[in-house]
């Protein structure tokens, strides 16, 4: 079963909109970290946010914010009044503190375009 | 500047000559991981390591070799490369993996084709 889903694999965005790209995720771990990385089209991983399993607040990183439903395993990501430098593959990425491997479990991905 | 290291960029290369894609990173990390990103496959690791002189395997470890003999360099090593080893590689590290939030910051990626 896909541990992290990502249900759009693309949208389009007027500039200046705000966007919500979906991440719901399966884990029995109580302890685990949800991520969310942008890869533009250059190739390079750039971390955007973060959200644990305990933090009771949303998360937010300027205009980066984590909508996270805990009951409902999701993890969405909103990014506020939407930049054309926004345009690139956004991963939702999860962390389970019971992992040997330590590694990250990533979702399919998401490609933002916007457009001006 | 607080970062990760990959060289090369890219590489073209023939199958069974050696290479060695170098990965450093100057914030002191403990942990340490490779992996590589292929299209409707998504990333998947391939080694990692904890801290000096302690690697173990990912998903995907089969035809690569990894060292750390130093905290800061964690080199990925392809003794005879392969064309089904053509892909994006990412090393990435995190100060620890014990403590949340434990975020991988990555390197630039190595775009290598094997001929």
């Known amino acids: 079963a896909q541990k992290i889903t990502q249900t759009q694999p693309g949208m389009f965005v007027q500039e200046k909109e705000a966007v919500t790209l979906d991440c719901t995720y399966d884990?029995?771990?109580?302890?685990?970290?949800l991520f969310w990385y942008k890869q533009p089209s250059s190739g390079e991983m750039i971390f955007l946010i973060y959200q644990g399993s305990y933090d009771e607040q949303n998360a937010t990183e300027g205009r980066y914010s984590l909508n996270f439903q805990k009951a409902r395993k999701s993890a969405n990501l909103v990014i506020s009044a939407s930049q054309l430098g926004d345009s690139a593959m956004y991963f939702c990425a999860m962390r389970e503190a019971m992992d040997s491997n330590y590694q990250l479990i990533w979702g399919a991905g998401t490609k933002l375009i916007i457009k001006p | 500047e607080a970062q990760v290291t990959q060289n090369p960029r890219y590489l073209i290369t023939v199958t069974g000559k050696k290479l060695t894609v170098t990965c450093s990173q100057n914030?002191?990390?403990?942990?340490m991981s490779w992996y590589r990103q292929d299209p409707g496959l998504g990333l998947r690791q391939i080694y990692y390591s904890m801290n000096v002189e302690v690697t173990d395997k990912g998903d995907v470890p089969e035809g690569y070799k990894v060292s750390r003999k130093e905290k800061r360099n964690f080199p990925l090593i392809l003794e005879s490369p392969s064309p089904n080893q053509t892909s994006l590689y990412f090393c990435?590290?995190?100060?620890?993996?014990?403590?949340?939030?434990?975020?991988?910051?990555f390197g630039p990626g190595t775009r290598l084709t094997v001929l």
């Open positions: 914030m002191n990390h403990e942990y």
């Open positions: 884990t029995s771990d109580q302890s685990y970290g």
């Open positions: 990435a590290s995190s100060l620890s993996v014990t403590r949340m939030p434990d975020t991988q910051y």
